[in-house]
């Protein structure tokens, strides 16, 4: 009994004994964590060059932490010495080559520092130790850009290390915010080539800053590049959509290059966002730009006409007084018979119905016909009449007035027309206070006459 007990705990002790054994060897090929250093370490930002377990095995080890230990406590000749005796006068054991480098950093020599690492990134590119280091260094030297550059690839290479991304994201805001301030003081020496370098930097950091891509493309536009003005005012408009500002530069944008749909987009966008009334009136001046670009050639050729005819200045009033038209009473329907193949055909026959143009007894309207001021007093006398059945009080001068022209007996059967339009201000008296009825209108005369009536009938 007590030979079987014996050999039981002798093979227990066997057992016990393969398993440190074995527990020891296992330590021995795992990577050393960082080592704790006595005290408050002097360089809390450096990263320790953690051993991989291809070189955990290797006497080294020992001497990389201790030499680890002498550094975080500011013993820089004992930590060189420490490292070199680590390397042994060989580069393979590279965790303490770039001890070394940190040592370098701690001595303020910076370029021996960013040797040593770049020299183990050559053949460790994803080293994050040897990344950190080059950044601290770079970062001393005041190359912050560079830094930062650093600082992400040892994050590429470690997505772990949150105190290097507390880091990375300090660096961004302030590199950042120094081009935001440099590209504003270009901008105020109007040196706008300056200010469009500072936002691409700034833009490199923060690419998804709409106050970068507006600043930017603000620049671009004194620069005279639109192109360019516009894709980045665009872009700043995709990230910020609620920017009325923005949205009325792209609008200004689009308008200057002849993109008037494009203008009132953004117009009636930046409207929608903040409906201030220079916005509305920005809006409505490129709607009416628009409207005028979207008219027939023969439309848009009328202020140039020597004579205006008949289906010219139905055109004219159904254009300008657009609303008041389409909103005056009508009568039995109208049959017109030689109008149909004209241009200007939907506003005849709209003008006709809303009886501001008479149509002759034979159906007919004889557009091509030229128009004399009696004609154009009669048009004016009955847009006159609609606009005071809008607001009777405002009428009142209108129709009462007797104004005495020396070629016009109060009797005659356009003398009414002709006073009324007179009265109103649209139409002007002639020299010697004649009003002139056979004389041929114009096409400006006409338009002006239709301008003073789109604003009496909007007041």
């Not at 930002?45 to 001497?63: E, I, K, Y």
């Not at 360019?228 to 700043?236: E, K, P, T, V």
């Not at 509305?280 to 005819?309: F, K, M, Q, S, W």
């Amino acid at each position: 009994m007590r030979t079987e007990r014996q050999a039981l705990m002798n093979g227990r002790a066997r057992r016990g004994l393969a398993l440190i054994v074995v527990t020891a060897w296992l330590a021995g090929c795992a990577p050393p964590p960082p080592p704790p250093a006595p005290g408050a370490p002097q360089y809390p930002n450096f990263l320790f060059p953690t051993v991989p377990g291809s070189l955990a095995g290797l006497p080294s080890v020992t001497a990389h932490v201790q030499a680890w230990r002498r550094l975080q406590a500011g013993d820089l000749p004992s930590a060189t010495a420490g490292f070199a005796d680590a390397l042994g006068g060989t580069s393979a054991f590279y965790p303490s080559e770039v001890g070394l480098g940190y040592v370098d950093v701690a001595a303020r020599r910076f370029d021996d520092a960013l040797a040593r690492f770049a020299a183990v990134l050559d053949r460790v590119p994803a080293y994050a130790p040897a990344w950190v280091g080059s950044a601290e260094a770079l970062l001393a030297s005041r190359r912050e850009g560079d830094a930062l550059a650093a600082y992400e690839s040892a994050l590429a290479a470690d997505p772990g290390l949150s105190d290097v991304r507390r880091r990375v994201e300090v660096l961004r805001f302030r590199s950042v915010q120094d081009a935001l301030e440099a590209a504003r003081l270009a901008e105020g020496a109007e040196r706008f080539g300056e200010a469009r370098l500072a936002y691409e930097r700034a833009l490199a950091v923060a690419p998804d800053s709409g106050v970068l891509y507006r600043g930017l493309g603000a620049a671009e536009l004194r620069l005279g590049d639109l192109g360019q003005a516009l894709d980045h005012i665009r872009r700043a408009n995709e990230l910020e959509p609620d920017d009325a500002d923005g949205l009325t530069l792209q609008g200004e944008i689009h308008e200057t290059l002849g993109d008037l749909e494009g203008a009132e987009a953004a117009f009636a966008r930046a409207a929608r966002v903040d409906p201030a009334p220079e916005r509305r009136a920005r809006l409505e001046r490129v709607r009416g730009r628009l409207a005028a670009v979207r008219l027939p050639p023969a439309y848009r050729a009328i202020p140039d006409n020597p004579r205006i005819t008949r289906a010219e200045l139905a055109s004219v009033v159904g254009v300008r007084l657009e609303r008041l038209v389409a909103d005056a009473p009508r009568g039995e329907a109208v049959l017109i018979t030689d109008t149909r193949a004209h241009w200007a055909d939907r506003w005849i026959l709209a003008v006709a119905q809303a009886g501001v143009m008479e149509v002759f007894a034979n159906h007919t309207f004889q557009p091509e016909s030229v128009v004399d001021r009696g004609e154009l007093a009669l048009v004016v006398s009955r847009v006159l009449t609609l606009i005071a059945q809008t607001a009777p009080g405002r009428g009142a001068a209108w129709q009462t007035g007797r104004y005495p022209f020396s070629d016009l007996e109060p009797g005659h059967l356009r003398y009414p027309a002709a006073s009324m339009a007179v009265a109103s201000k649209v139409l002007p008296v002639l020299d010697g206070n004649r009003f002139g009825l056979s004389n041929l209108v114009t096409g400006r005369e006409a338009l002006a006459a239709l301008e003073r009536l789109e604003r009496l009938a909007g007041s």
